[in-house]
C-alpha cells in the first residue's frame, strides 16, 4: 500500500513540474479531453489505490465478524455445556 502511496506522490510532482514547465514529462495533450497523458495516468494511479483501500476496508470488516461469529458460538457452546 505504501508502494502506491509512493507512485501518487511521484506522479503528482512530475506532473505539477511538467505543468510548470520545469521538466518536458509527457507533454502531449490528449485532444478530445485537453489534459495531459500525466495526469490521466495519476488518475488512474488513485482510482487504484482507492480501489485497493476500498478493498482491504471490506477485508477488515469480514475479519472483524468471523472474529464475533467465533467468540459467540463459543459462549453458545460454554452457556449449552453449562446446562446441561
Known sequence: MIGWAFVVVAMA????????GVIIVFQ??????GVS???VL?????LGMMGK????????EKE?????VTELEK?????EASES
Open 37 to 39: 497523458w500525466m495526469s
Open 13 to 20: 510532482i512530475l506532473s505539477y513540474l511538467g505543468d510548470v
Open 53 to 60: 483501500v476500498g478493498g482491504m476496508v471490506k477485508k477488515g
Open 42 to 46: 495519476l488518475m488512474l494511479c488513485g
Open 28 to 33: 502531449e495533450k490528449i485532444p478530445v479531453l
Open 64 to 68: 472483524g465478524l468471523k472474529q464475533q
Open 75 to 79: 459462549k453458545l457452546k460454554e452457556k
